[in-house]
């Protein structure tokens, strides 16, 4: 019998005496009920940047391409591959269940590379010397589970695909990839962005609430979503997941959810964001490498982390992206693409990685993030035979967002968002003027520029080291924006901090339409006012408060390590020169404002601000006309 005329499940079954690269691939798709099995087999082959991908094909990036946003990372060498399907096509999941053989897979010698107490230690360094110095609002550390498959072949990388698909609930993707030389096995739960007649998708997933030991119930699900620490986590990655929509899409994102991502050992709350690109889908790719969710925020600076605290070796795959690009029946441009986590990467000789992080941030526990790394781990390992799967009357149980108490505690938390950020801006005819916003390493910068343009602005963004930026600001007509950025700004050894610290004291001295500065560049002009900046205790990374400003309660999103402090003596000097300090009960400095300038410390573009976009536009309307009155 002629291939083709063999019964899909026939030739599924074959692939195990074939020669040829091949992907299985079973994938939630957007208005589809059933969700089949998709086979491909066809050449790989490799290609050194994102824009030589061809239009169709499967593609597998890892960490490394990050190099292409300009950012650090270490070369381990691992090679960008594409998959180009000769051949390919559908099976219903039951009947590939059916076709595949059920074979058990012996790993030998396994163990994480950084054993328990060590990741313990890493977690504490991290929240001491990074987080609490502002590098960052959170961070992903990678530990690897190692082992060997002897003898490993392509039997046995189709029964892990067979295990996974049968014994994992609610992944996005469930995927083998075998290439000849490397083989990639896992239940993804993340799509990393897709894209479908214009439309972007990102779906930010944090927060992990692993299954207790006799199996998950709402009333304990309460507690978590209860949790403070995972709150935030979640919020920080939506507000770091949206700088990249707002990037990517041409009129930035919008929020929708948060929801319930339900899988066979934990769970974790998740948001979708959507926007409109006229992008190409390669460029779409490329501007969302990486998910905040296994680098942590801001991004480039966490690669700068990830170097310093990761075992050497480099990322390879993990926390990359598989990528299937294609055309849809009009032929518009498509991408489907899931984070690679919760896999297993193995080498043609049997060499096995499992790699898996927790996402730290200022309220971890190190123990708890230690339990978070062996619960991400579960899926892949009970399907590997080193741990136990889930029995299959708890896999099948009703679904815990079910429960109208579990939905109403989800319902609550989008309460806690911005309005801004819940429905999709159309960008205004008439623009009333041009700012100029000056990013220090954050990309919050395109946030920024996203709401600026909302209400009306021309908006240019330039990075702090652009050749001739300050010649710029100079001869910008329009008001400036002082972004911001990670790092101690008191440090006179950081060269940053210096031109920084040189360029707010030049604007707020002379800038003839007005200076703004945001929580990095409030900080630059409260120094050059002469207030102490300094160390805060406790991080205020991803936290919502309430604040008095300027005489009424606004809640707001706090990103910073760092404070301005003012006493009640610096407060009265400051006013003699009629500048105005908002700030709290033990003098930290919330906000401030004087003839042609003003700075606050919160972020009024992120998600947390709920007043973002209004304090926005009264704040450079007023620096714009205090500025016109200094004359």
């Not at 020669?19 to 998709?38: I, K, M, Q, T």
């Not at 690009?325 to 984070?339: C, E, H, K, M, Y």
Request: overall charge negative; charged content about 30%; hydrophobic content about 40%.
């Amino acid at each position: 019998m002629r291939l083709a005329e063999q019964h899909p499940a026939q030739r599924l079954a074959r692939l195990a005496d074939d020669d040829r690269p091949f992907a299985l691939l079973h994938r939630r798709l957007p208005g589809r009920d059933d969700h089949p099995v998709e086979v491909l087999t066809g050449p790989v082959s490799v290609r050194e940047r994102l824009a030589e991908l061809p239009d169709g094909g499967l593609a597998l990036v890892p960490f490394r391409q990050i190099r292409e946003r300009g950012f650090d990372v270490r070369d381990d060498g691992t090679p960008l591959l594409v998959l180009e399907p000769e051949e390919s096509y559908e099976i219903p999941a039951a009947t590939a269940l059916a076709a595949l053989e059920d074979r058990a897979v012996r790993v030998e010698g396994g163990g994480f590379d950084v054993d328990d107490e060590a990741y313990g230690a890493i977690v504490r360094r991290v929240l001491r010397d990074e987080i609490g110095r502002g590098e960052g609002a959170n961070f992903v550390i990678r530990r690897t589970y190692r082992g060997r498959i002897e003898g490993f072949s392509r039997r046995d990388a189709l029964a892990l695909f067979r295990r996974l698909l049968a014994g994992e609930r609610g992944a996005y993707w469930t995927f083998v990839v075998h290439t000849g030389e490397r083989t990639l096995v896992g239940a993804s739960p993340e799509a990393h962005v897709r894209m479908s007649g214009g439309t972007v998708v990102m779906n930010p997933i944090s927060g992990t609430y692993r299954y207790p030991e006799g199996g998950p119930t709402p009333e304990h699900l309460l507690g978590f979503l209860a949790d403070a620490k995972e709150r935030e986590e979640l919020s920080m990655v939506v507000d770091e997941e949206l700088k990249m929509m707002c990037t990517a899409c041409d009129m930035g994102g919008v929020v929708v959810g948060p929801r319930l991502k339900e899988m066979a050992h934990l769970a974790h709350t998740e948001y979708e964001l959507r926007g409109r690109s006229t992008l190409d889908a390669r460029e779409v790719l490329r501007d969302t490498m990486f998910a905040a969710t296994v680098t942590g925020s801001p991004v480039q600076n966490a690669c700068r982390v990830i170097e310093r605290y990761e075992p050497d070796g480099g990322r390879g795959y993990y926390a990359g992206a598989l990528a299937l690009l294609g055309r849809d029946a009009g032929g518009a441009q498509t991408l489907d693409s899931p984070i690679l986590i919760r896999t297993a990467d193995i080498d043609a000789d049997g060499t096995l990685r499992v790699p898996v992080g927790a996402t730290l941030v200022r309220g971890s526990d190190p123990a708890g993030e230690v339990a978070e790394t062996h619960a991400k781990a579960a899926g892949v390992l009970a399907a590997l035979g080193v741990r136990p799967g889930r029995p299959a009357a708890e896999r099948e149980r009703p679904r815990l967002d079910g429960d109208p108490r579990v939905r109403a505690a989800l319902d609550g938390r989008r309460a806690a968002l911005a309005p801004f950020w819940l429905r999709m801006r159309e960008r205004p005819s008439a623009v009333d003027g041009h700012a100029l916003v000056v990013d220090g390493e954050d990309t919050f910068t395109a946030m920024l520029a996203h709401v600026l343009r909302s209400g009306g602005l021309e908006v240019t963004v330039r990075r702090f080291d652009a050749p001739g930026l300050r010649e710029a600001v100079r001869a910008h007509a329009g008001p400036v924006v002082l972004g911001p950025g990670p790092g101690d700004p008191s440090d006179p050894a950081d060269p940053k901090m210096r031109f920084l610290r040189a360029l707010a004291a030049e604007v707020i001295a002379g800038h003839r339409q007005g200076v703004l500065g945001v929580c990095l560049g409030h900080e630059l002009i409260a120094a050059e006012l002469g207030l102490d900046v300094v160390r805060k205790r406790v991080p205020y990374q991803g936290a919502q408060t309430v604040v008095d400003l300027f005489g009424r309660p606004e809640t707001v999103g706090f990103y910073n390590s760092f404070t301005a402090r003012c006493d009640d003596d610096a407060a009265r000097e400051l006013a003699a020169h009629g500048v105005e300090v908002a700030r709290a009960a033990d003098g930290e400095v919330h906000a401030l404002r004087g003839p042609g300038f003003a700075g606050v410390q919160f972020h009024p573009e992120s998600v947390l601000t709920l007043n973002g976009a209004e304090l926005l536009r009264e704040l450079v309307e007023g620096v714009r006309t205090g500025a016109r009155a200094r004359g």
